[in-house]
């Protein structure tokens, strides 16, 4: 996400000039603050006992007389780990014990806390959170290391150059003093943060790149981890909505009166997103929105189905799209190929499904509003909030908690469950705070979907037998329009369309590609990977079949074409390597490779299937990722286990679909998403590197599906052209 | 009505709806939130708390069908498999975003109390009605193996 357009700006390089680097790292402000006051919300285990005196050095790190060094994380941790990684990046150039670490979530201040990837917006997502963070928080966490040992150097009147930091303690050899970061703490954050900061060359890193336990295992795996659903204030009542039922629908009218006969339900009030029920509890709630009768309107509505609103692509795919990329010519070359392939591809409309669904709490008070959620938008959040109270953002105080997964969910332009529970707060005066609740068919049915499309792909294979045309076209819709990410569409290219297929990396002579924008009434929205959840697919499934044209082995072919391109064939050859690519495999089995780049990281993947009469197992998953420098490497084979997992379940079985508007998907039963005993065996790879880190939550997703698609054809010469796989192969 | 409820060893009195679910009788009336709402329909195992020791999906369990059977959540889990699961747990890193985790530690935990050493396909026949959407069954897997060694010490 957020790759192609405004929001991309690049992050600023470490500044060697003292005030911009103040800047960056939050430390030219009004000096430091001692003291117990907090704003923020500890996630981790361990955190600083009520009493123990706090010295703040910026906004990014604390360190408590009790020896705890707490980092203000600025992101969401919505399972990608950003609470270990962020710490790490401060422990190690601060030389502190791991665990002394602690990690709590920052208040909504974007003056603050800006993502510096594609701010101005404190936010995450476009797996940015380690990228945009990484010389920020070095910069900051050397500035309080080196305060530190100023401290030390003052307090034992010793030479500063003299002194030695590890592992949390200051030491001096000569005089044989040493202190924790505790002991110097509140003498430390006293000091003039230093003119110059020098920080480690990788080589000389202890603990990036090494396996250190997650801060979050803890509280995870005891029930304390604090989520929005589990949120309780003093008078809280609970709310649940009910939404029209077609996307545009709006209330007619409605009957509360059964549903106020519910014990327990206080409240029946119109929204603008529908009816709102409020009671003193969940189950009341629930009980007094099912005795609700609600008259909506359609008229506005959008009341196709999703066969409807696809065979409407097809239509529109036979026009002139925009054109999003263009090098040598295209048509030139296709008219003149020894061969051609035509190929039509199709995408259903996912749902994010988290496991929690969405969620937030809101206490209206006088002049002032605090929020509990998980949102990856919090300052967007804080400002549609505060329009809707009409008071300022800055009196709006966001709690960010851990979010049940999110997978883009939890980042909407319009903020659109945080919008309806401050909603219902207002509507019912203030009286109570307000957690609202969706069900799960609430969840699954309110849209914001990853965007159905449609792709077409034209190749060509020249008389020499190398692909020298490739055309591709993509129809679908964009979610920026309309929205504060409105200058993410350039010249009607929304690129988020078309990221990971306008940048295809393969030295082909004649390329085309060009977006065919279409509306429809289902709201979208990114979906882990964007984008690249579908262009990886059109692509690394169409090249395969391009180099099976050219009677090439799919990977050796990868190489031929990627020849300029270093880091891919590294990955490639990794990946490749590790699968024992050209092994025999034996009866009924298959082996498929993809590759793809994502948010600056590459990720290839070698799957393995077996066919089983009218079915397959998938039975391994090789994995090769470079991501620059892996900050904690099983962070990083964990998100790529998640997303080669999260890749197969969309692959497999999930789907969207709509009749008369409606939508068809209702639970788990469903929406069948991947369990267990099709999770498949697998062997991550990171390629060791030096380069700043790139992110590591999406870019596991996108090389999965083609990567299976391309195993299937190996087994079955049979190609997938339409997902989900389901039972098309046999049916 | 009032009633009593046996919840990690303690008889505690709630007043409460027949038909409430224990899963929101814990969450709401005990201030036990380790036990999550993920579906409602015991599709995805995330309010799995344990009755007798069973795993059960506690949101489409009418309180009133617990009785004296004793409920044990997250919070009051102990016992030699617990123990081991919660270490393993730790020890691999298998949380992600955690929402379903404490779901899955308890079924994990039922199926090492009646098979001490489960092999894989007794794995996935034990774990399949517990969903993960940051898909870290590969862990689970993984960890609950290496709970099962640890208890056998």
Redesign the interface.
């Given at each position: 996400m957020f790759e192609n357009g405004r929001f991309s700006a690049k992050f600023p390089r470490p500044t060697l000039d003292r005030r911009g680097f103040l800047q960056v790292i939050g430390l030219s402000g009004a000096g430091f603050l001692i003291g117990c006051s907090r704003s923020g919300e500890t996630v981790t285990a361990g955190g600083d006992p009520d009493g123990a005196a706090i010295a703040e050095f910026g906004p990014f790190i604390r360190i408590g007389s009790d020896n705890a060094v707490t980092v203000v994380i600025k992101h969401l941790?919505?399972?990608?780990?950003v609470t270990t990684g962020l710490p790490t990046i401060v422990a190690e150039e601060l030389d502190a014990a791991w665990t002394q670490m602690r990690a709590e979530f920052a208040p909504a201040d974007v003056s603050l806390y800006n993502n510096l990837s594609w701010g101005p917006i404190q936010g995450t997502g476009g797996s940015s959170s380690v990228a945009n963070s990484w010389m920020q928080l070095r910069e900051a966490a050397a500035a309080a290391r080196s305060m530190l040992v100023t401290a030390a150097s003052e307090k034992w009147q010793v030479a500063s150059d003299e002194i030695t930091v590890s592992s949390g303690v200051v030491g001096h050899r000569a005089s044989g003093n040493s202190a924790t970061f505790g002991d110097l703490a509140a003498r430390a954050a006293g000091v003039a943060p230093p003119a110059t900061l020098t920080l480690k060359k990788p080589q000389d890193f202890s603990l990036i790149g090494t396996r250190l336990?997650?801060l979050?295992?803890?509280?995870?795996?005891?029930?304390?981890?604090?989520?929005t659903?589990?949120i309780?204030r003093p008078g809280m009542v609970v709310a649940l909505v009910a939404h029209p039922p077609r996307f545009g629908a709006t209330v007619r009218s409605f009957d509360a009166s059964q549903s106020l006969e519910v014990?327990g339900v206080s409240d029946v009030v119109e929204i603008p997103r529908g009816v709102a029920v409020v009671a003193d509890?969940?189950?009341s709630a629930k009980k007094g929105r099912d005795a609700l009768t609600v008259d909506w309107d359609f008229s506005k509505a959008e009341n196709r189905s999703s066969e409807e609103i696809f065979a409407h692509y097809k239509e529109l795919a036979q026009g002139d799209g925009l054109v999003a990329h263009e090098s040598g010519d295209a048509a030139a070359s296709l008219a003149s190929a020894q061969a051609t392939v035509r190929r039509e591809f199709r995408f259903p409309f996912l749902a994010h499904?988290?496991?929690?669904?969405m969620d937030c709490v809101v206490e209206i008070g006088d002049q002032k509003c605090d929020i509990w959620t998980g949102s990856q938008f919090q300052t967007n959040d804080q400002y549609v909030a505060a329009e809707i109270l009409g008071i300022q953002p800055e009196q709006v105080e966001i709690h960010t908690h851990?979010?049940?997964?999110?997978?883009g969910r939890r980042a909407v332009p319009d903020s659109d469950y945080v919008a309806e529970a401050v909603t219902i707060a207002k509507a019912i005066g203030g009286r109570a705070p307000v957690k609202l609740?969706w069900?799960?068919?609430d969840d699954m049915r309110a849209g914001r979907y990853r965007p159905m499309s449609h792709h077409v792909l034209e190749g060509g294979v020249d008389d020499s037998g190398e692909v020298s045309a490739w055309r591709h076209k993509v129809t679908m819709q964009s979610f920026m329009a309309g929205t504060a990410f409105e200058a993410m569409i350039q010249n009607g290219i929304d690129g988020s369309s078309v990221e990971g297929a306008r940048n295809l990396p393969y030295a082909i002579e004649n390329m085309r590609v060009e977006l065919q924008p279409a509306e429809n009434g289902v709201p979208t929205l990114w979906w882990r990977s964007v984008g690249h959840s579908h262009n990886a697919f059109a692509t690394e499934a169409f090249f395969d079949e391009m180099a099976h044209l050219a009677g090439k082995d799919p990977y050796e072919y990868r190489r031929d074409l990627l020849a300029e391109h270093p880091r891919y064939l590294q990955v490639l050859d990794l990946v490749a390597k590790k699968a024992g690519w050209g092994d025999s495999l034996g009866e009924n089995r298959g082996r498929g490779i993809a590759i793809h780049k994502s948010y600056g990281t590459i990720v290839a993947e070698v799957v393995d299937v077996t066919l089983t009469g009218n079915s397959f197992t998938v039975d391994k998953v090789y994995c090769a990722v470079d991501c620059g420098i892996a900050i904690n490497p099983?962070?990083v084979r964990?998100?790529m286990?998640?997303?080669?997992?999260?890749g197969?379940?969309a692959a497999l079985r999930e789907q969207v679909t709509l009749e008369n508007g409606e939508v068809q998907q209702t639970?788990?039963?469903t929406y069948r998403?991947?369990?267990?005993?099709e999770?498949p065996?697998?062997e991550v790879h990171i390629v060791p590197s030096n380069r700043e880190p790139s992110g590591v939550g999406e870019p596991g997703v996108p090389p999965l599906a083609p990567a299976l698609a391309n195993a299937l054809f190996d087994a079955s010469g049979r190609r997938v052209y339409r997902l989900p796989i389901g039972d098309q192969l046999w049916s | 009505m009032k009633r009593k409820i046996n919840v990690n060893g303690d008889a505690l009195e709630v007043d409460?709806?027949d038909?409430?679910?224990l899963l929101?009788v814990l969450?709401?009336d005990l201030?036990?939130?380790?036990?999550?709402?993920?579906?409602?329909?015991a599709?995805?195992g995330?309010c799995t708390v344990l009755l007798d020791g069973s795993a059960v999906r506690s949101c489409v369990m009418p309180v009133s069908a617990v009785g004296e059977q004793q409920v044990t959540?997250?919070?009051g889990a102990d016992g030699p498999a617990a123990a081991a699961v919660?270490s393993a747990?730790?020890d691999l890193?298998?949380?992600?975003?955690?929402?379903?985790?404490?779901g899955q530690?308890m079924s994990a935990t039922a199926l090492l109390e009646t098979n001490p050493s489960p092999s894989d396909q007794e794995?996935?026949?034990a774990?399949?009605g517990?969903?993960?959407?940051?898909?870290?069954?590969?862990?689970?897997?993984a960890a609950i193996h290496r709970a099962a060694d640890e208890m056998e010490g």
């Open positions: 941790d919505k399972g990608q780990g336990p997650r979050d295992s803890p509280a995870k795996t005891d029930g304390s981890a604090e989520f659903i589990d309780s014990a509890s969940f189950w499904a988290a496991m929690e669904p851990f979010a049940g997964g999110s997978f609740i069900t799960r068919e099983d962070v964990a998100q286990e998640g997303g080669i997992g999260f197969l379940s639970n788990f039963n998403s991947l369990r267990i005993d999770m065996d697998i | 409460v709806p038909d409430k679910p929101w969450r709401e201030h036990l939130t380790g036990a999550k709402y993920g579906c409602g329909i599709q995805c995330a959540t997250i919070e919660t747990w730790r890193d298998v949380v992600q975003c955690g929402y379903c985790q404490t530690m794995i996935d026949s774990m399949r517990n969903l993960c959407r940051c898909n870290t069954y590969y862990r689970i897997r």
